[in-house]
């Protein structure tokens, strides 16, 4: 029997050279008549042993942590592919504490299993969540997302149930569920891991909604930096049609959904659904006035249900388990588990699945292991460029949508960026400005001009002109952004900056 080995195939782990281990496997193994079964898989997400090589022994997976391809004929002179004694290794995987402190859900199959295969999916659990939906109606469905908590994972936190209520008791000839992967925030990648380590399970869960709302096109918007991600989801489409899975009988039944996956147009804005939908109907992505909802009428004018990869990814959860146990997971209002990703200067990064409720300090010191620096950390950024700056007095608050929104801060999309004592905040604070007057769509005077305004503003008190003046003037600015903002583009970009003014020692009135 050969020896299966598991190389992931994912954008991080090819940037720091997987696909030259894995050829220097397979060569090394060739040389020495060795049969193996060299297996590409996805990521689990921890970026700071990349490339992982993993094998089987018995019912565990050993792993080898940055195997690069120069270590390759060293690692099998010391008996791999079986159990061996090298540097790289670091034993059972699932029992180092990185994963062993984990709650893993929606990344559960991550990294095991080689993305687009539907036999190794179905037999991790996929399809599991589809199946009970098929034998419920769409009424038994929703009041499922309903009953877990389920909320949105792109940054609004909205109730997702009563979203896929709205759109289910909206009468229409069309509807459609539109998946948001334009995966923009600083620090975040989770979208991404997932589509490209287990994209048949975002597929499953558009298929659910589908069935719960009545709408039988779906549509996925791949960020356009995100070339893996568009093959991976295109490839896995194909999969799910040839099994069955998405077509005008979905296995054997009544029911017909059907996706298509569509490269975004590189513009951070569309990330707001309603510059999305445009964006997706052939046209320049700007925010649209609401109401009317997307849930009413949304693309081509139709009910549109619109959620972000997670929020989709975990209603397969919802279905697989039932409400009871998803909603056992977490704190207060925050329900399940959340994809934590961490980045900037931190030692140990990569993507977390928790429970809701650990503390940021639990999160970044106990995942994180600190800075790559070894210098102290002074803040991190949490929720993406629209995220405040938290120092570290405020890092025992619980990673949940209305604690941080107590301290100040907002989860967002769970992106947690680390900066050591070195960072200049009032630098960071332009940069919040900067970003905001690149990015606009520009339909609203309040972030077009304010976003400009600001970077003048900050860069006269940078140069020490009429500070104190200059001060209450940014301070009136972010006032007017945050209140007269048609979207959160201008109206979080506030958050950052004045975040930032007062950890740089210029708080704004």
Partial sequence: ?????????????????????????????????????????????????????????????????????SMVAELFEAGFPGRCSHRSSINQVDALPWFANQHRLTFARAGLIAPTDIEQYKAHGGYTGLSNALAMNAKEIVDA?????????????????????????????????????????????????????????????????????GATRGFVYVRSEYPLAFKRMNAAVAAARAAGYLGDSICGSDYAFDLEIRLAAGSYVCGEETALLDSLEGKRGMVRAKPPLPAHKGLFGKPTLIHNVLSLAAATSVLANGAAAYKALGSGRSLGTAAIQLAGNIRRGGLVEIAFGASIREVIDGFGAGSASGRPLSAVQIGGPLGAYLPPDSWDTPLDYEALAAAGGMLGHG?????????????????????????????CTPC?????RGVEVIDRIADDQNKQDNLRLLGDLCETMTHGSLCAMGGLTPLPVRSAMALAGNPLE
């Avoid at 609004?156 to 069309?174: C, L, N, Y």
């Avoid at 459609?176 to 869960?205: K, W």
């Avoid at 992106?415 to 339909?443: H, N, P, W, Y």
Wanted: aromatic fraction near 6%; glycine fraction near 10%.
């Fill in 145 to 213: 997302i309903l009953e877990s908590g389920l909320r949105g994972r792109g940054g609004a936190a909205f109730p997702a149930g009563i979203k896929w209520r709205t759109v289910m008791e909206t009468s229409a000839d069309q509807k459609y569920v539109v998946c948001n992967a334009d995966e923009g925030d600083s620090g975040t990648f989770a979208d991404r891991l997932l589509m490209e380590s287990d994209p048949l399970q975002l597929i499953e869960g558009m298929t659910i909604a589908g069935i719960a709302t």
């Fill in 1 to 69: 029997m050969s020896a299966r080995i598991y190389v992931p195939a994912d954008t991080t782990a090819l940037a720091l050279g997987a696909d030259e281990t894995a050829a220097a496997i397979a060569r090394e193994a060739a040389i020495r008549g060795i049969d193996i079964e060299l297996i590409r898989t996805g990521s689990r997400g921890a970026a700071w042993l990349e490339p992982l090589v993993e094998i089987n022994s018995g019912s565990a997976r050993l792993g080898f942590a940055n195997v690069d391809e």
């Fill in 415 to 443: 992106g947690i960026v680390a900066f050591d004592d070195t960072v200049d905040m009032l630098k960071q604070a332009r940069f919040a400005m900067e970003f905001c007057a690149v990015e606009s769509c520009g339909k």
């Fill in 448 to 452: 077009r001009i304010g976003s400009v």
